[in-house]
């Protein structure tokens, strides 16, 4: 036994020799997730206890399933599921496909200079807080003293406008349309690095055969972003209830708490504001394990239609 672990730890030790600097370049990243992902996953335990905040976690009593019985019986919670459900399929469905589509857009730009400029331009957005959004969109959309309401005096609209931010009907489509202006333009990243790397001579060939740009679009480009797109419609679909607490945070208001207040945001309540540390925490349990689950079953289904596709 012995004997057959020597030569292991040895090739082991050869590895770390070659690749010295490989490693330690990975070091920080593994650092990272070692510290803040899997430390305190310890703190999971919390879920199956009384938690009491001055007995601490090992000494509180053990509650089993009770928190998950408990939060699965407030009506708040259910309304913030079925929110987060909502809102997480009009993501699936209008804020996935935008950066795809952008991204075939940028492509087809033949000027270099006109081509930068749009990249820039829609990049620019992701690097603005959703708390400094909050304000520029109230700024715009407020029905007293907005914008939109004076360029409607101009056209004499007299009076308040439609208040988008706080009507029932409008706010998830103001989520998404929000969404899609910030996080489009940085999503095409991806999309554009792997365009690049499409053998021109597919689009030759194309060209040859007759295939105008829809043709070389839908057969040529397409299909060679097929792998990308897969891959992150999986992560997108494990985060399918992370429906984005810094944007609902900043744009909600009670007003439109009936269709808007999501999981993040009821989590966070329950948390920081009811001190309620062990609901909070069965709460985040259910959404990592509805994600896990999520994430393996996209996964499979990738495999299924394509072996070359998925994650694993």
């Known amino acids: 036994m ?14 770390l020799r070659k690749d010295k600097w490989l490693y330690l370049m990975a070091l920080p990243g593994i650092l990272f997730f070692l510290v803040f992902q899997y430390g305190p996953m310890y703190g999971i335990v919390i879920a199956f206890k009384h938690y009491n905040l001055y007995q601490g976690i090992f000494a ?4 089993g399933w009770d928190n998950f019985q408990t939060l699965f019986g407030m009506s708040g919670f259910r309304r913030a599921l079925r929110n987060t459900i909502v809102i997480s399929l009009y993501q699936l469905v209008f804020v996935f496909p935008a950066p795809i589509i952008l991204a075939l857009l940028i492509n087809e730009v033949r000027h270099t200079l006109f081509k930068k400029f749009v990249q820039t331009s829609v990049y620019l957005p992701h690097f603005v807080s959703w708390v400094v959004i909050g304000g520029i969109l109230y700024a715009i959309l407020s029905p007293s003293t907005g914008i939109v309401r004076d360029i409607a005096a101009l056209f004499g609209h007299e009076g308040a406008v439609m208040n988008i931010m706080g009507d029932r009907e409008t706010f998830r489509g103001l989520l998404i349309v929000s969404s899609i202006w910030k996080e489009a333009g940085f999503g095409t990243v991806l999309y554009l690095a792997t365009i690049a790397t499409i053998d021109p001579h597919l689009y030759e060939a194309a060209t040859v055969d007759g295939a105008r740009k829809w043709r070389q679009l839908w057969h040529v480009t397409l299909p060679g972003l097929r792998t990308t797109i897969v891959i992150l419609l999986i992560f997108h679909v494990g985060s399918f209830l992370n429906a984005g607490l810094e944007q609902v945070y900043a744009l909600y208001n009670p007003v439109v708490y009936e269709v808007s207040e999501i999981l993040d945001t009821y989590l966070y309540k329950l948390a920081f504001e009811e001190a309620k540390y062990d609901l909070a925490t069965a709460s985040g349990l259910f959404k990592s394990t509805v994600g896990l689950a999520l994430v393996l079953l996209t996964n499979a289904v990738a495999k299924k239609i394509d072996r070359d596709s998925g994650l694993i």
Do not use: F
């Open 60 to 63: 509180s009593d053990w509650a």
């Open 2 to 15: 012995e004997s057959s672990i020597r030569p292991r730890r040895g090739a082991i030790i050869r590895t």
